[in-house]
């Protein structure tokens, strides 16, 4: 864990990297040192249908939701929480610049008993690591 979702209106796709921006996100969780690397994925998920406000098409919107495991105390989620944000926020500065944008992002704690995982990249990352 973390698996973290980029939301974004498609209207964002002319102005903002979004493949850098996931990238970006990606690693600003790494670096808080609170996610296992073989974990950690993010991906991007664009809206199509959508308003926003009084539906001036120059709004978009940006969701981060950051979705882990349980058991780490409130301090650092939400260290990580606002490493992340005030990341993808910096990044974000030119876009802010040319029009109207919401950034918001949300940490979830997923059920540990209703969450089942099979996963290899663990291992597969020890292994690099060793040689």
């Known amino acids: 864990m973390p ?3 980029v939301e974004y209106s498609d209207n964002l796709r ?3 990297d979004v493949a850098a921006l996931i990238g970006c996100v990606h690693d600003a969780a790494l670096t ?3 996610f296992p690397l073989g974990g950690t ?3 991007g998920s664009v809206r199509f249908d959508y ?3 009084d539906g001036d098409p120059r709004y978009g919107f940006i969701h981060i939701v950051m979705r882990i495991g349980q058991g780490r105390d409130q301090a650092t989620k939400s260290a990580a929480a606002e490493t992340v944000f005030q ?3 910096a990044f ?3 876009a802010f610049e040319t029009a109207p944008l919401a950034l918001s ?5 997923i059920d540990s008993s209703l969450s089942f995982k099979r996963n290899t990249i663990h291992d597969d990352i020890q292994s690099k690591q060793a040689k």
């Open 32 to 34: 808080t040192g609170v």
């Open 92 to 94: 974000l500065d030119h």
């Open 105 to 109: 992002l949300e940490m979830q704690e």
């Open 3 to 5: 698996h973290i979702v």
């Open 41 to 43: 994925r993010t991906r």
């Open 87 to 89: 990341t993808a926020s």
């Open 51 to 53: 308003k926003i406000a």
């Open 14 to 16: 002319e102005r903002v």
